[in-house]
């Protein structure tokens, strides 16, 4: 079905196949470490075209990919997976641009999206490729890459953020958007663009990362991708040591105010270098030190006190002391949960106590379970299955383990766990799988399966019918000691939120609450 050809781009010789002339091809351009991927009806003349470009003279083959099945919509469709798959497989450091990549629809795209699966095993074969699609598809440099194909959501934010930017005069862009609308894909894409892009050639640009976890493993991507280095991966504290011109900032409901922080001394030197006082934030520091801040954030994801709720964003985004314009985006397309926008406003309603129908999904597994040990074992499957199947849970724990790494620190119905001996990049260790994930080492991480457990931090009350707290039951010392009762119960509930919804494929329950369980187990299937 697929034939590839190796050709001597070097000394511009190729095979006489006619196809060669004039038939829908692909092709890799390589020199043993890097590669260009691309498509062409005329894939000779297009060699001629790319012998004249000093970027392409560093290659010295070419591999023609010729099918009688090609036609133009699949070499296009095609040479945007091959980028995509090729950067992540990372036998070759891939030198194309990523303008113009986006989710292609065509005549009978299915069948081809299968056919996609031969020809990669073909690549392998020759040796062009590494990894299996499906080691590829649960690595983070796949999850993050600039090279996603984006959705018309995805695309047209892309289109009219760069018009903003590149006009000079907004220099505040602030992006919403659920779990899984995309917004770090959104943001890595529009690193890539602008480093690549030479209107913004010689400009300062940085990318920032609130949390430490998804820090390191955004500094592994962009040291992976070309034209971006890991230098520009920033924490908050990076940009108050020198201007920018522009500033992506992911997470942004992960920046910090002076309130209920570890490292408060190093926070109020930060502080200083600009001249403020810590009654400014992280946000702050952002707007002070860029030209122009791109935000991308989401309220219903601020998980304790020291977080940038939407008063306080807001009240930021509309100081009336400083000139500036803003303009807002919304990621409204669910792209993670296989079970879509419903899946997410199906867990907004249940977490709200405000559930009114069973849910019921072809495409997304949800369960609720009452069996510890087959919640567990169910796991194990998942993992041998799938991979990426984690257990995370509420702080409704102690985390004794973290001084004695002899204990356990969550016992259910006689199983004994314990919570993520790390957080930087915990989900890929070796040790995840036999442990419990907390908020701080999930979020911003896509997993093929959750299983989450709901402590006692949080329960029903079958009398009033309400969500209910429990703070004596909540651990995270940092994330409660100045809220109130009702702030408290917006953190938690936000955090089983953020839980709830990192499966891609599917989220099983444990609830520890009875009354919680019955109430869940109303409008959820139950494992028996």
Not at 324 to 332: D, E, R, W
Not at 504 to 514: M, P, Q, W
Request: hydrophobic fraction near 35%; glycine fraction near 6%; charged fraction near 30%.
């Amino acid at each position: 079905m697929f034939k590839i050809i190796e050709g001597d781009f070097k000394n511009n010789k190729y095979s006489n196949e006619e196809y060669l002339d004039n038939w829908p091809m692909l092709y890799i351009l390589e020199n043993g470490k890097k590669a260009y991927i691309g498509e062409s009806n005329h894939v000779k003349t297009r060699m001629t075209q790319h012998t004249t470009n000093e970027e392409k003279r560093i290659f010295n083959k070419v591999h023609f990919i010729y099918s009688r099945l090609f036609n133009q919509s699949v070499t296009f469709d095609y040479e945007s997976k091959l980028i995509q798959y090729i950067v992540a497989d990372e036998l070759f450091q891939v030198t194309n641009k990523n303008s113009g990549i986006a989710d292609k629809q065509y005549y009978e795209k299915g069948k081809y999206d299968k056919k996609f699966e031969l020809l990669w095993r073909k690549l392998q074969k020759e040796k062009l490729v590494k990894h299996s699609l499906e080691e590829i598809e649960n690595s983070d440099l796949f999850k993050y890459s600039p090279y996603k194909e984006l959705n018309d959501s995805q695309r047209k934010a892309v289109e009219d953020i760069l018009a903003q930017i590149e006009s000079g005069n907004v220099n505040r862009v602030v992006v919403n958007g659920m779990p899984g609308s995309g917004k770090t894909i959104v943001a890595v894409y529009l690193m890539k663009y602008l480093a690549d892009s030479e209107e913004f050639a010689g400009k300062k640009i940085g990318f920032v990362v609130p949390q430490t976890s998804l820090r390191k493993t955004m500094k592994f991507i962009f040291r992976s991708i070309y034209g971006l280095t890991p230098s520009q991966v920033l924490s908050p504290s990076d940009i108050t040591k020198k201007k920018y011109d522009i500033l992506l900032v992911d997470e942004a409901h992960r920046l910090h105010q002076y309130k209920n922080i570890s490292y408060r001394g190093a926070f109020k030197k930060s502080c200083e270098r600009l001249g403020m006082t810590t009654d400014a934030d992280e946000l702050d520091w952002i707007l002070e030190q860029s030209k122009c801040a791109v935000l991308f954030y989401d309220y219903n994801q601020v998980v304790g006190p020291s977080g940038i709720d939407y008063e306080r964003f807001e009240e930021k985004m509309r100081n009336p002391y400083k000139k500036h314009t803003i303009s807002y985006f919304t990621l409204a397309t669910q792209m993670r949960v296989q079970g879509g926008n419903d899946y997410i406003a199906f867990i907004k309603d249940l977490l709200a106590g405000a559930a009114d129908r069973k849910y019921h999904s072809k495409k997304y597994d949800l369960k609720l379970y009452s069996d510890f040990s087959k919640f567990e074992k169910d796991m194990y499957a998942k993992e041998e299955e799938a991979g990426l199947s984690r257990m995370v849970a509420g702080y409704a724990w102690p985390w004794i383990s973290k001084n004695d790494r002899s204990k356990k620190d969550i016992e259910i119905q006689g199983v004994k766990r314990m919570w993520n001996h790390c957080t930087e990049g915990w989900v890929h260790t070796g040790e995840a799988i036999d442990e419990v994930g907390c908020i701080h080492s999930i979020q911003g991480y896509d997993l093929n399966y959750a299983f989450v457990i709901l402590g006692n931090d949080i329960g029903y009350d079958k009398t009033t019918g309400q969500i209910i707290i429990r703070p004596e039951c909540y651990f995270d010392k940092n994330g409660k000691i100045t809220a109130s009762y009702e702030e408290l119960k917006e953190y938690i509930t936000n955090v089983y939120y953020v839980l709830m919804t990192r499966g891609i494929k599917g989220t099983y329950l444990y609830v520890c609450d009875d009354e919680l369980r019955e109430y869940f187990g109303k409008y959820i299937e139950e494992e028996n």
